[in-house]
Structure formats: C-alpha cells, structure tokens
C-alpha cells in the first residue's frame, strides 16, 4: 500500500531537496574544460558536509563517492574519476542528501563549453520531457500517465528512452515504492495518491534506447556509445499540480540560462 507523506515529512524532504539543488549549483559553478570529476566530487562533499547533511550516495550499496558523474555516453552512476573535462563533453551529474532523516535527490545535465546542436537538443529535450512527467504527476493520474508523457517528448525528438532504470519513490529511504518508469501507457500503473513523494528521472539517449554496465559493477553507458542525458527533480504529488520540491533555479542562475 502507498502511503502519502504528512506535511511534516514534505517540508523535511523539501529542506534536503534545496539542500540538492545548492549543492549542484556550486559544481556548476566549477564546471569548464580541465576540471576533472573527482575535484566535482570533492565540492560537493565538502558543501553538503558544511550544511550538517550527509552525501545520500555516499557507501549508498557500497557507491564510493558522493556524487554520481556520468560523462558522454555514461547514462547514469558514473563514478568520479580524475580524467580532465574536455571542451564538448557532457556531464550528468546526479546528487542525493540525507538530512534530518530524509532524502533529496537531484540531477542535471552539464554542457562543458561548447556542445554540438545535436547534443544540445538531447540536454533541452531531456530536461522538457522531465517537466512532460511532472505535469502528469497528479492525484488521481497513474504512474503510466508519466511514463507515457516522457516517452513522447523524447521519441517523437528521434531519441532512445532508457527502460532498464527508473524514478522512484524516496522520503527515509533513497528508495521507496513505486517505481517510475520513463515509458509506459496513459491511464496505466500504480494510482498516484495525494501526499506521494517521487523523483522523476528521464534518461534520454541520442541514439538507440539500449544500455550495458561496466566492469566497474555501476557505471551504465548506452549500448551504441552515443550521448546520454539525465534531469531529475524530487516532487510531491498533489490535487490538480505537482509541487516540485528540488530546484533547478540555483544551477540556471549560475550558468545563466535564460528560462
Ligand atoms: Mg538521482
Ligand atoms: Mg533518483
């Protein structure tokens, strides 16, 4: 049985989503060509520390750091590495905090200096697609009405749709029933419940929709090799709109985009 959260535990997981958003701000803010991941990594360690949180990724299944940097064809659980960002990359960076007893969980895709047009889209349409979703994330909706509005936006753009991974519910534990699926069909799936706290995660890739995992047990790459994004936003589930509980608004100023 799902259960909604009590007002209480939305303004917790509220206050750990700020928390989020602040902390990929400040790796936004670092981001240019010659940074490596790893120095990212460190930031937002440092950053979520100061403000007396814990790094939710961090140990999270034995996850050696605290943010997930997923690089180019990375899709997502990237482990921060020491290679120099390069002019063109792109960079999925994916951040949780654990504070006052709940998570927060967010992720935005970084464009390091100059990105091709094509790549562009895949950033703009992956990040419009989340927003699709969360449009759909309405008491009374199901979880299949999300599925199908992110599948959409990003297919009717030529882009593959990840299936093997997907958004979650999230509140004490970084994951919490139900499941959400980018894909899926309108009127379909769990029924979503006023008070249900979930993050909506598209992983969008510019080519086909298949993935594989590395030897390193977690890094996920697309099948093809071509570029991968993922935005992601902790919400609430409400009567009549969704209220997004994580931030991009922190990251935009910083990298000035205009929205
Ligand atoms: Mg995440
Ligand atoms: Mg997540």
Request: with cysteine; charged share 25%; net charge negative.
């Amino acid at each position: 049985m799902l259960r909604g959260k009590s007002e209480d535990e939305i303004a917790l997981i509220r206050e750990s989503s700020l928390l989020v958003g602040k902390t990929l701000a400040e790796v936004a803010s670092l981001i240019k060509p010659g940074v490596t991941p790893l120095e990212l990594d460190k930031r937002a360690f440092e950053f979520i520390s100061d403000h007396k949180a814990i790094p939710g990724f961090l140990n999270f299944n034995g996850f050696p750091n605290s943010l997930c940097i997923s690089r180019n064809e990375a899709v997502v659980h990237g482990i921060p590495d020491n290679k120099p960002l390069i002019d063109g990359d792109i960079l999925s960076v994916d951040c949780g905090v654990l504070m006052n007893g709940f998570y927060g969980d967010s992720a935005y895709t970084f464009a390091v200096g100059e990105v091709s047009e094509e790549v562009q889209r895949l950033l703009d349409t992956t990040k419009r697609s989340l927003y699709k979703g969360i449009e759909q994330a309405i008491a009374g909706n199901r979880v299949g009405d999300i599925g199908s509005a992110v599948q959409e936006e990003a297919e009717s753009a030529g882009f593959g749709v990840v299936r093997e991974l997907v958004g979650h519910g999230l509140g004490r534990k970084l994951h919490e029933p139900p499941e959400v699926p980018n894909f899926g069909k309108r009127g379909r799936g769990t029924k979503l419940i006023d008070g249900l706290v979930i993050a909506i995660e598209p992983m969008i890739n510019l080519g086909k929709k298949d993935v594989t995992q590395l030897r390193d047990g977690w890094t996920i790459v697309t099948a093809d090799r071509k570029p991968s994004a993922h935005f992601e936003h902790t919400l609430v589930v409400r009567k009549g709109k969704a209220e997004v509980l994580s931030t991009f608004e922190y990251i935009e100023e910083k990298l000035n985009v205009i929205v």
